[in-house]
């Protein structure tokens, strides 16, 4: 079965510079949240879309962004990067939020 | 804040034996929770799920409890094996009520012995 995709896998920058994480949910579905999982922590909550309008938004920094496209893949748009965004970035899908979510593997972020 | 949280960082249990990894939330309002599986460097992988008009659910080797007059939540797993061993969280969330995003708890490091 299909399940969410997410690339890249890792990813490298430096300080200040920009990253945009890509997701692609498992077809058919029509919500996707995005989480960041620092070293040993639990996932946070970031931000969420429905139908690709905003849904939710949690601790997201004002220094992301992120957006739906007509497809349904989602992007998240990192600038500025500091050190301390190093974490894992997960993307989950689903078609009700009362159907469980599917994760993805993530992307592993480290900001040198 | 109200958070979901599991009272132990880490579990070991001998293989073939039963384990119970607990979780106290503290949102009333919250009326679904999921239990997650992560093992290193993947993604959290759903396990089972219950809500709150139940007091139990049961899956493949796997049984959630729900107490709502405490606030407990628990994911029991018989018979573990070594693939068991990963790290679980509890989630909650308060479905239909315009924030969808998850609330996970601290995560309990669960160890297989052989």
């Known amino acids: 079965a299909a399940g969410v995709i997410q690339s890249p896998r890792h990813l490298i920058k430096e300080k200040r510079e920009t990253a945009t994480l890509k997701c692609y949910p498992i077809?058919?579905?029509?919500?996707v949240y995005w989480y960041q999982q620092g070293p040993g922590q639990d996932p946070q909550f970031l931000i969420s879309?429905?139908?690709?309008?905003?849904?939710d938004k949690g601790s997201i920094p004002d220094r992301f962004s992120a957006q739906q496209f007509s497809d349904y893949h989602s992007e998240l748009n990192m600038s500025s990067l500091e050190l301390g965004d190093s974490a894992l970035y997960f993307c989950?899908?689903?078609?009700?939020?009362?159907?469980?979510?599917?994760f993805g593997s993530g992307t592993r972020l480290t900001v040198v | 804040g109200e958070s979901v949280g599991l009272h132990l960082p880490t579990l070991s249990v001998q293989e073939g034996d039963n384990s119970i990894i607990n979780c106290a939330y503290s949102?009333?309002?919250?009326?679904?929770f999921i239990w997650y599986k992560q093992e290193s460097g993947k993604g959290p992988q759903f396990i089972i799920d219950?809500?709150?008009?139940?007091d139990k659910r049961q899956g493949q080797r796997v049984t959630v409890l729900l107490n709502k007059t405490v606030k407990h939540l628990s994911l029991q797993i018989a018979a573990t094996q070594p693939g068991d061993s990963a790290v679980y969280f509890c989630?909650?969330?308060?479905?239909?009520?315009?924030?969808?995003?998850?609330?996970f708890g601290k995560g309990t490091h669960l160890i297989i012995q052989p």
């Open positions: 949102n009333s309002a919250s009326d679904y």
């Open positions: 077809p058919r579905h029509d919500t």
């Open positions: 989950a899908s689903s078609l009700l939020v009362s159907d469980g979510y599917t």
């Open positions: 989630a909650e969330i308060i479905s239909g009520g315009g924030a969808d995003g998850l609330t």
């Open positions: 219950i809500r709150s008009n139940m």
């Open positions: 879309f429905y139908e690709k309008m905003q849904s």
